[in-house]
């Protein structure tokens, strides 16, 4: 009986490790369903991005060395020329911690962080 009990725990080992598999397989497939419904986003974004450049371009015949330039003082707005807007840390106004730009509020301090009003907010959090 103590052997076939061994046998029986080892056999629920390994049902325990492949279900830990199957969960691991149906993660990483749902991971990369995820990276390819953010990729068709980007591109999209990418192409509408394009699309206005060239209304803009051609109504107000501003250059792409002119967008360049914007581009760069924009990214250059956090101090660092990363392409990013912003930087994903900031110091609350209240305690003076590392924080989230992602968060609304201080993990310290709880303070509000005030919304600064532009259309781009929500987007580039």
Same mark, same amino acid.
């Given at each position: 009986m103590a052997f076939s009990g061994l046998i029986k725990g080892r056999?629920?080992?390994r049902d325990k490790s492949?279900?830990?598999? $199957?969960?691991?397989?149906?993660?990483? !497939?749902? /991971?990369?369903? &995820?990276? *390819?419904e953010l990729e068709e986003r980007?591109?999209?974004?990418?192409?509408?991005?394009?699309?206005?450049w060239q209304?803009?371009? $051609?109504?107000?015949?501003?250059s792409? !060395?002119? /967008?360049?330039? &914007?581009v *760069?003082?924009?990214d250059l707005r956090d101090g660092k020329m990363d392409g990013r807007v912003l930087g994903?840390?900031?110091?609350?106004? $209240?305690?003076?911690?590392?924080?989230?730009?992602?968060?609304?509020?201080?993990?310290y301090c709880e303070h509000e962080m005030s919304v600064e009003?532009?259309?781009f907010d929500e987007v580039v959090r």
């Open positions: 056999t629920d080992w492949e279900i830990q598999g $199957e969960l691991g397989q149906r993660r990483t !497939e749902n /991971l990369a369903d &995820r990276v *390819s980007v591109d999209h974004l990418s192409l509408l991005s394009m699309a206005l209304l803009v371009s $051609e109504s107000t015949g501003w792409e !060395e002119e /967008l360049i330039k &914007r *760069s003082a924009l994903s840390v900031i110091e609350c106004p $209240e305690c003076h911690r590392p924080l989230s730009r992602r968060h609304r509020r201080c993990l009003g532009s259309a």
